[in-house]
């Protein structure tokens, strides 16, 4: 897509031997100085694609853990094989920055069902597709990251700022890795932190609420660039909250977004 002059054309610049620069486009929606977790779980997916592929595998689950904020930064990527087997292998790696560890990730790798596989879709299907939609708000939030690269559209009178459950569908503006094609799992790992904030039900604003983690299992590898997130946020006093959500493209369902929410008084 066309861009601003002077504005960043990807989310990362590889810089080479696993470095990484990021962008602008990075921020997420709290600070211009830390990460939206969803281009670096992507970064990480990326890495995770190329560490010793083996043909007729895929990813089928990673699960990301985000013990300290992203810095908009240069990165570190490694990766490495905890066990592979005949027909199924895991896998994990990490994000450094300025010397410490930001995201950590582990992943199942499978072989590829086979092709007489039944088809089983359990739900419904997705709203459609809604026509082009002017920039979304954000209450309280810093909208010239993460969200501008990312275009949104909701279902008649869905947004941001209206509570959830909810559902979004969303294209990245411009690729992981300047110069790079996405592959399905970046794509889908790019969206999959937002998550919660399609299904905003707790007050975000007034307390702080902050999701510790991220899991992305795709029992099919999503097509195309748009993809919808359906969610909704469970809660309870004296717990914690938790954010489920269902990925689809528009051949119908391919996943589920699973996220554990930090509440606390600001």
């Known amino acids: 897509m066309d861009q601003?002059?002077?504005?960043?054309?990807?989310?990362?610049?590889?810089?080479?031997?696993?470095?990484?620069?990021?962008?602008?486009?990075?921020?997420?929606?709290?600070?211009?100085?830390a990460q939206h977790a969803g281009p670096p779980s992507a970064l990480l997916g990326r890495a995770m694609e190329r560490h010793q592929a083996r043909e007729g595998f895929r990813i089928a689950r990673v699960t990301l853990e985000i013990p300290r904020p992203v810095p908009v930064d240069e990165l570190a990527v490694a990766v490495r094989t905890v066990r592979a087997g005949a027909r199924t292998e895991l896998i994990e790696g990490e994000i450094t920055a300025r010397g410490q560890v930001v995201m950590l990730a582990r992943a199942w790798r499978v072989t590829a069902s086979p092709a007489d596989t039944p088809a089983l879709r359990p739900e419904p299907a997705a709203p459609p597709l809604p026509a082009p939609q002017p920039p979304h708000t954000l209450r309280g939030a810093y909208l010239?990251?993460?969200?501008?690269?990312?275009?949104?559209?909701?279902?008649?009178?869905?947004?941001?700022?209206?509570?959830?459950?909810?559902?979004?569908?969303?294209?990245?503006?411009?690729?992981?890795?300047?110069?790079?094609?996405?592959?399905?799992?970046?794509?889908?790992?790019?969206?999959?932190?937002?998550?919660?904030?399609?299904?905003?039900?707790?007050?975000?604003?007034?307390?702080?609420?902050?999701?510790?983690?991220?899991?992305?299992?795709?029992?099919?590898?999503?097509?195309?660039?748009?993809?919808?997130?359906?969610?909704?946020?469970?809660?309870?006093?004296?717990?914690?909250?938790?954010?489920l959500g269902r990925l689809e493209d528009q051949l119908g369902d391919c996943g589920r977004v699973l996220q554990t929410l930090f509440i606390a008084e600001c």
């Not at 002077?6 to 962008?23: A, I, K, Q, V």
């Not at 209206?162 to 799992?185: C, F, I, M, Y």
């Open 144 to 243: 010239d990251g993460y969200i501008a690269a990312m275009e949104w559209r909701w279902p008649a009178g869905g947004g941001f700022d209206r509570p959830g459950p909810g559902a979004a569908w969303a294209r990245q503006r411009v690729p992981l890795v300047a110069g790079e094609r996405d592959t399905p799992l970046i794509r889908a790992l790019t969206l999959a932190d937002s998550n919660w904030a399609v299904a905003f039900e707790l007050d975000h604003v007034g307390r702080q609420v902050i999701n510790t983690d991220v899991t992305l299992a795709l029992h099919r590898d999503p097509v195309g660039e748009w993809l919808c997130l359906s969610a909704a946020t469970t809660a309870s006093p004296a717990g914690s909250g938790l954010a």
């Open 4 to 33: 601003t002059a002077g504005e960043p054309t990807s989310f990362y610049r590889d810089l080479g031997e696993g470095r990484f620069e990021s962008t602008g486009f990075t921020a997420g929606p709290w600070s211009p100085k």
